[in-house]
């Protein structure tokens, strides 16, 4: 069966400090991934996806950025965290010519 | 543009039908989600529902499409305390990458 992974569950970073949050994807071969970012209160803001290895698509601009080194793997990452990068982060997956998208348990950032 | 609109917030008492509405913009939308997420969790895929298709039944819930309307209800019969959490539809068209969601609609059920 399948599985999503992410850590850390949580994360309290320093402004200007960088930032590594990893999502894993165990069960499935050359998945769509996601990531979005869920502000207090407020709904799911898409951020990147990936269709394979090293493609990246970026839904908006913004301080983060995001890589695939393997298949099943997927990284959010900021080199200067601003008090607006606060929030829930969501990795999300989607098998090839399914309709569904499983998200992964989440990590909440609070950046002071 | 793509939009999806939910209201905020539901309150129902235990063993009473809820009713969470969502209404969405795309023309083209070809499959419709609830999702559930309860506090400090993920999001749990409840049902979806493929644009061809009026209703859908699983249990307790009950999917309802008006695609004229581009109007979407999720139905829960019988709402329990633990089905406190908030909900979020959602849309994409086929092609696509992504999901649009709602805002979300925070369902409160008391005993």
């Known amino acids: 069966s399948q599985t999503i992974h992410q850590w850390p569950a949580t994360l309290v970073q320093p402004v200007g400090s960088p930032l590594s949050l990893e999502c894993t994807v165990e069960g499935t071969s050359n998945p769509n991934l996601y990531w979005y970012r869920q502000a207090a209160g407020r709904g799911l803001q898409l951020l990147f996806y990936?269709?394979?290895?090293?493609?990246i698509s970026s839904e908006v601009p913004q301080n983060l950025s995001a890589s695939r080194p393997q298949d099943r793997q997927f990284i959010l990452s900021s080199k200067k965290l601003l008090l607006s990068d606060s929030g829930f982060y969501l990795c999300?997956?989607?098998?090839?010519?399914?309709?569904?998208?499983?998200f992964g348990p989440g990590t909440r950032l609070t950046v002071l | 543009g793509e939009d999806v609109e939910q209201s905020l917030f539901l309150s129902v008492r235990e063993g009473d039908s809820s009713v969470i509405n969502c209404t969405y913009t795309?023309?083209?939308?070809?499959?419709l989600y609830w999702y559930k997420q309860e506090p400090g969790a993920g999001l749990q895929l409840l049902t979806y529902i493929f644009s061809n298709m009026d209703m859908k039944q699983d249990q307790r819930l009950t999917v309802l499409l008006n695609k004229k309307d581009k109007h979407l209800s999720l139905r829960i019969a019988d709402t329990q305390t633990g089905d406190s959490a908030i909900y979020f539809c959602?849309?994409?068209?086929?092609?696509?990458?992504?999901?649009?969601f709602g805002t979300g609609t925070r369902l409160l059920v008391s005993p």
């Open positions: 959602a849309e994409t068209r086929t092609g696509f990458q992504k999901l649009v």
């Open positions: 795309d023309s083209s939308s070809t499959y």
């Open positions: 999300a997956y989607r098998d090839r010519g399914y309709n569904e998208q499983f």
């Open positions: 990936s269709v394979g290895i090293g493609q």
